[in-house]
């Protein structure tokens, strides 16, 4: 534990209380989201209560308040047809128009593996065969 990670009270880190890693207070006063919504419930729009530094001060989780969280939103028919809409586009790769059960890497290779290791007129041949 490094001492520069400890502020309860808030004076270095601009009034945000600062506890180091795994020393922050109990579960059932503060949690950060995924804490929170393991428990089933969301922040609800209230401010940060305090903050837990790891990795040298290079991460931060924000911790907020159990007793004014409230409960997660339900899943409508909408929100769900819009979820499936993204994660359908996440695994359906652009060239060969296959949908996978896995994201595949597009911010990366753009495409499936298969694609990926095609030669650019190979890909051209295939991108003229799924448009039409």
């Known amino acids: 534990m490094r001492a520069i990670d400890l502020d309860p009270t ?5 009034g945000t209380p600062t506890y180091p890693w795994r020393f922050g207070p109990k579960k059932s006063r503060m949690a950060t989201r995924r804490q929170l919504r393991e428990m089933g419930l969301r922040p609800g ?3 940060v209560a305090a903050q ?8 931060v ?3 907020y308040p159990v ?13 769900a047809r819009a979820l499936a809409a993204a994660m ?3 695994s359906t790769c652009p060239l060969c128009q296959v949908t996978y059960d896995y994201c595949l ?4 290779l753009g495409c499936c593996l298969p694609c990926a290791e095609l030669t650019e007129e190979e890909r051209e041949q295939l ?3 799924t448009s039409t």
Do not use: F
């Open 127 to 129: 991108t003229a065969l």
């Open 67 to 79: 007793a004014g969280a409230k409960p997660v939103r339900p899943m409508t028919e909408a929100r």
């Open 52 to 59: 837990v530094v790891c990795r040298g001060g290079t991460r």
């Open 45 to 47: 729009g209230q401010p």
């Open 88 to 90: 359908k586009a996440r």
């Open 10 to 14: 808030g004076e270095k880190n601009g």
């Open 105 to 108: 890497p597009l911010r990366s």
């Open 61 to 63: 989780g924000h911790l």
